[in-house]
């Protein structure tokens, strides 16, 4: 299974779901697609509500992706980390560097 964006536009950011598996096939290209759709908002949410596994090729997509937001003057947060993906994250010490909202 590889991964999936949906986007939508809410009245204060651009929410970006991903969904499906973030591994290093799916990453390469994400990571494009993921930047230039933040490149278009000053403030992006990415839901991943709908993501079931990440590898480290995955975190380092999200990270490059944060990178190019703050680069670019935007904020990006993040939002409906569940189970194994928010494990994870908190085992490599990658939520502390997004602000995090719970709810989606």
Avoid: N
Avoid at 45 to 71: C, F, M, P, V, W
Avoid at 89 to 96: D, H, N, Q
């Amino acid at each position: 299974m590889t991964s999936q964006l949906d986007l939508r536009e809410t009245a204060d950011a651009t929410v970006i779901a991903i969904s499906g598996e973030l591994d290093a096939a799916a990453s390469a290209g994400l990571r494009d697609k993921l930047i230039c759709l933040i490149a278009g908002s000053s403030k992006t949410r990415l839901d991943l509500s709908g993501l079931t596994y990440i590898s480290s090729a995955g975190l380092r997509t999200l990270l490059l992706a944060y990178r190019h937001a703050q680069r670019e003057g935007s904020r990006v947060t993040l939002t409906g980390i569940g189970g194994e993906v928010r494990f994870v994250m908190s085992a490599t010490g990658f939520l502390s560097l997004f602000e995090i909202e719970e709810s989606p």
